[in-house]
Every structure is written in C-alpha cells, then in structure tokens.
Antibody, heavy 120, light 105 residues
Framework: EVQLVESGGGLVQPGGSLRLSCAAS????????MHWVRQAPGKGLVWVSR????????SYADSVKGRFTISRDNAKNTLYLQMNSLRAEDTAVYYC?????????????WGQGTTVTVSS | SYELTQPLSVSVALGQTARITCGGN??????VHWYQQKPGQAPVLVIY???NRPSGIPERFSGSNSGNTATLTISRAQAGDEADYYC????????FGGGTKLTVL
C-alpha cells in the first residue's frame, strides 16, 4: 500500500525549532518529487516547499524562505522539514505529499498530517 | 504571484449536478488539479491535468479548463460528496485556490 506517515509535530515556543519527518512506503520514494503543504486552523491549503527526486533542487514559499529547510534521505525513504525561527503564523497541520509522475504539479498521495502549534 | 479564485461555498440538491469554478488569469494555459478534503482528513486528488481522474475516483467527477476559468463538475451529487474542494496549479510555484465548501441539500 502506498503510504506517507508524518511525525514530529508538537507545541513549540515562538523562535523555536522543530523537525518534521515523513516516512514513505509502498513505492519507489527516490523516483518522486516531494512537497510539504500546510493548513492553518480553519483555513485553506498552502504550499510550503518542494524537493526533487535526488535532493539536488529545492524551492520554498516566500513566507518560509530562510527559516525552513526541506531535505530527504532516499536510503531511509524519508522526507524532512527543518523549521527554525518559528512564528505563531506557522501554526498549522503540515502534510507531506507526493507529486505524481507526469502529473505536472499534481499531488497524488498525501500523508495524514502532523500538527505544529507555535505558542508561548 | 499567481492567484486562483474560488467561490466560498456551493450548494447542490441531492442527485443534481454541482459545478465549482476556479478563476485565474489565462488558467486555460495551465494544468489544473482538484482536491477533495473532508473534515479532519487529508486532501485527496480527484482530478489532475484539467480532466483526468485518478484510479478509484468515480466517473461522476469531471473537469474542464478554458480561458480564465477551470471547472470541477460533480454529477449526481451524493451526501458523501460534501467536502471542501481546492484547485491547484503550478506557476513558478505551487498555488492553491482558497477552497470551496460543497453542501449537498
């Protein structure tokens, strides 16, 4: 079964750091681009970051650029999001998602999400 | 940055056809993807590249894209179709619409 499972969320103080993980199974992880997408409470989906299949290329939303770092370990089938200098507005459910082959930007597999709360 | 505009809400009678629009400048030249999200659940891809259905998505779901508007059409709407629906494109980055809440009456 194709599956993505996020972990690492929790409560953190403003200015703090957190690292999210996304464990992939059921498919050849190293062949796919991967994304992080977040959703603030009661709000819509917002793209956060993307990494290509071998990890050599990354991109970020302006709101997180310079504070978040996406990475992957293809040997461990795991995607990461290192989040530093966290702000209250980073509070959200964070989803990892797979970009489908030939889907030209569409995300065909999503994890269940992990919740990040930034509060003092 | 590119913007996608969706109506906040759409209502449809049980068994009728719902149409959810997604507006954007010359969106017809882009590949549009649609996601369904039910409360407390992760999004699910229901249409990719304008009009293609992933395996497991009912034929009742269809999509079109032309000019400045893309449309997700849900035929014979069921109670289980109640959800938030998001359109998404790539335009120098990955952009989501604000989402539309579909209510089945």
């Amino acid at each position: 079964e194709v599956q993505l499972v996020e972990s690492g969320g929790g409560l953190v103080q403003p200015g703090g750091s957190l690292r999210l993980s996304c464990a992939a199974s059921g498919f050849t992880f190293s062949s796919y681009w991967m994304h992080w997408v977040r959703q603030a409470p009661g709000k819509g989906l917002v793209w956060v970051s993307r990494i290509n299949s071998d990890g050599s290329s990354t991109s970020y939303a302006d709101s997180v650029k310079g504070r978040f770092t996406i990475s992957r370990d293809n040997a461990k089938n795991t995607l990461y999001l290192q989040m530093n200098s966290l702000r209250a507005e980073d509070t959200a459910v964070y989803y990892c998602a797979r970009e489908g082959v030939l889907m030209l930007g569409g995300m065909d597999v999503w994890g269940q999400g992990t919740t990040v709360t930034v509060s003092s | 940055s590119y913007e996608l505009t969706q109506p906040l809400s759409v209502s449809v009678a049980l068994g009728q056809t719902a149409r959810i629009t997604c507006g954007g400048n010359n969106i017809g030249s882009k590949n549009v993807h649609w996601y369904q999200q039910k409360p407390g659940q992760a999004p699910v891809l229901v249409i990719y590249r304008d009009s293609n259905r992933p395996s497991g998505i009912p034929e009742r779901f269809s999509g079109s894209n032309s000019g400045n508007t893309a449309t997700l059409t849900i035929s014979r709407a069921q109670a289980g179709d109640e959800a938030d629906y998001y359109c998404q494109v790539w335009d120098s980055s990955w952009v989501f619409g604000g989402g539309t809440k579909l209510t089945v009456l």
